[in-house]
């Protein structure tokens, strides 16, 4: 009686186009942790399931792994919120909401919120992951919010301001929030939740922008 062949084959097996991704969702959970000098390319692929060399296949280094969370996972979003300001069709006041509202919902509620925490406490020792973030993310940030304020300038709608010097101003809370939770919130007993911490940012921004000697006439 003839025995049934024994096959060694695995039982499944991961699609070769889906390791990338599995990659860099693993990456940015450790980045996420860890940080990004602590985050070594073993550990990523080991969360991954993946060896060390099929990650090379992939990424040639930590830093280039780096630059593929960022561009898989906020840059869709920065190009998202591009879109919006081209094509938005209301008021100054209304874009600059959905601006920051639409920012923290997609970057700000999971692991991605940890980046901005990773990039003020190692720009000085990463430069080089600095300037890219800065050149990918946050100047494409502030010219959005540029265009929102000259918007409502231009049609009466804000009382005049240096432009450049309001951006950042505007965004420092988003920023600060992201670095808040991932360091001195793990000290704090209560802490207000989301909503009202936007809600009343959003107050006292639109408040400070308003025109009122237009408003008034």
């Excluded at 001195?184 to 007993?189: G, V, W, Y």
Aim: glycine share 6%.
């Amino acid at each position: 009686m003839n025995q049934p062949k024994v096959r060694n084959e695995p039982r499944w097996e991961r699609r070769k186009d889906a390791r990338p991704t599995e990659l860099i969702d693993a990456a940015l959970e450790l980045f996420a942790e860890k940080g990004y000098a602590a985050t070594r390319l073993d550990d990523v692929a080991a969360r991954a399931g993946v060896s060390k060399g099929t990650l090379y296949l992939y990424f040639e280094s930590k830093e280039d792994l780096f630059k593929a969370v960022v561009r898989s996972a906020i840059v869709p979003a920065i190009q998202d919120a591009e879109r919006l300001v081209d094509h938005f069709e209301g008021g100054a006041a209304d874009l600059l909401r959905q601006i920051i509202l639409g920012w923290w919902n997609f970057i700000g509620t999971g692991a991605l919120s940890a980046i901005p925490k990773l990039i003020v406490c190692e720009a000085r020792n990463f430069p080089e992951i600095a300037d890219f973030y800065y050149d990918e993310v946050v100047s494409r940030g502030k010219s959005m919010f540029a265009r929102a304020l000259r918007r409502g300038m231009e049609s009466g709608e804000f009382r005049a301001l240096d432009i450049e010097c309001a951006t950042r101003v505007l965004m420092s809370p988003l920023l600060m929030r992201c670095v808040w939770q991932h360091s001195l919130a793990a000290c704090e007993r209560e802490q207000p939740d989301p909503d009202t911490y936007f809600e009343t940012y959003l107050g006292f921004a639109l408040a400070g922008l308003k025109n009122h000697e237009a408003a008034a006439a």
